[in-house]
Antibody, heavy 115, light 109 residues
Framework: EVQLVESGGGLVQPGGSLRLSCAAS????????MSWLRQAPGKGLEWVAN????????YYVDSVKGRFTISRDNAKNSLYLQINSLRAEDTALYYC????????WGQGTLVIVSS | QTVVTQEPSLTVSPGGTVTLTCASS?????????PNWFQQKPGQAPRALIY???NKHSWTPARFSGSLLGGKAALTLSGVQPEDEAEYYC?????????FGGGTRLTVL
């Protein structure tokens, strides 16, 4: 059974940083591109970033370029999102998903940016 | 700024048929946009329904189908069930970036 479990969210001040993690199981992690997506409270979905199987290709939505970094550790079957220079508009539930495309999703981890 | 537009809300009767559409501000949607459709119920993560215009996931009920219609991507539900009441999102591909539509709230009444 494919499982994706996000963690690392929390309350952070504007300008702060967080590292989100996604633990993957139930499939061959090294065979898939992976993705981060987010959903602000009461709002729609937004694609954030994709990463290929070996981490050499990364793509981001324009609004996070230069602030967010997607990465992966294939030895740990884990996906990460380093989020820096956080803004109020980054407040959202952050989901990881398997890019097949976007067939399996985790339950999300909540990031709240507030002073 | 690319904008993907969906109907904000639709209402359908149980057993009826409804079509949701997904338009691109850049012009006609084609298979090159790899349209995806997702269903989201309150408090739940999105569930993938359709990928690459017409392809269903193994768990997608047969009453859901994807197509291109009049320059838009479309999701048709035939024989709507009460449990189909949800928010539906389309997703389009634009040169290494993906853009969601704003969502359609489907009410089954």
């Amino acid at each position: 059974e494919v499982q994706l479990v996000e963690s690392g969210g929390g309350l952070v001040q504007p300008g702060g940083s967080l590292r989100l993690s996604c633990a993957a199981s139930g499939f061959t992690f090294t065979s898939y591109w992976m993705s981060w997506l987010r959903q602000a409270p009461g709002k729609g979905l937004e694609w954030v970033a994709n990463i290929n199987q070996d981490g050499t290709e990364k793509y981001y939505v324009d609004s996070v370029k230069g602030r967010f970094t997607i990465s992966r550790d294939n030895a740990k079957n884990s996906l990460y999102l380093q989020i820096n220079s956080l803004r109020a508009e980054d407040t959202a539930l952050y989901y990881c998903a398997r890019f097949r495309p976007f067939d399996y999703w985790g339950q999300g981890t909540l990031v709240i940016v507030s002073s | 700024q690319t904008v993907v537009t969906q109907e904000p809300s639709l209402t359908v009767s149980p057993g009826g048929t409804v079509t949701l559409t997904c338009a691109s501000s850049t012009g006609a949607v084609t298979s090159d946009y790899y349209p995806n459709w997702f269903q989201q119920k309150p408090g739940q993560a999105p569930r993938a329904l359709i990928y690459s215009t017409t392809n269903k996931h193994s768990w997608t009920p047969a009453r859901f189908s994807g197509s291109l219609l009049g320059g838009k991507a479309a999701l048709t539900l035939s024989g709507v069930q009460p449990e189909d009441e949800a928010e539906y999102y389309c997703l389009l591909y634009y040169a290494d970036a993906w853009v969601f539509g704003g969502g359609t709230r489907l009410t089954v009444l």
